[in-house]
């Protein structure tokens, strides 16, 4: 049985992190005293849910979090830090600190270690989500204790919208680009003005030229593509930008 520890501190745990070469410990007091923090946990390191849906939504809410209080949002799971540092890179989740429970310490506090040995994976973390404010567990959410590995309430929409109802998301906003296009810089630069995060798409590396036209019927660079909703080259986002009031 996981347990619901609402009301109550985090367990003192500490955390040995690879940083630059070298060797940190990092505690729980470190990670959550005297701030309000976001942290959930997951099975493993590059498996699918995981990296397909939890550390992504994190990533890309992250600014709404903070605008709405949130001073970090903290990855954890049973895995070492070498793990954990190349699936940050790999996810590129530059808003998420990502915390190595390695030896199961944390996890097992927090009566959240399970067996996993079903899969070869031995201990591992449930999944579950969390609001700490200053080291005391305000909110859970935890997920059904049912077969397999159930991904229902410990995604970021559920724990924004426990924060914040009418919290306001993000656009999701994704352009393709090449390299040495100056219009290209000049779109990507309105965006960054605007504090308007992007995925850019570089042609021919991640997107052919087929895919290029096939998705907005177009040869030139840069297209741009904001929440569903194809905008076209740099002239139109600075049009759809000034009428967007943005």
Known sequence: MVQNREGQKVPEATFKIRQDGEWREVTTQDLFGGKTVVAFALPGAFTPTCSSSHVPRYNELAQVFEENGVDDIICISVNDTFVMNEWQKEQNAKNITFVPDGNGEFTDKMGMLVDKENLGFGQRSWRYSMLVKDGVIEKMFIEPEVE??????S???TMLNYINPDAKEPKCVSIITKEGCPYCARAKQALKERNIEFEELLLNK???NRSLRAMSGANTVPQVFIDGEYIGG???LQDYLQKQGS
Do not use: L, N
């Not at 397999?148 to 309430?153: H, L, N, R, S």
């Open 206 to 208: 991640d997107v052919s």
């Open 148 to 153: 397999g590995d159930p991904y229902e309430v």
């Open 234 to 236: 740099s002239e139109a």
């Open 155 to 157: 995604d970021a929409d």
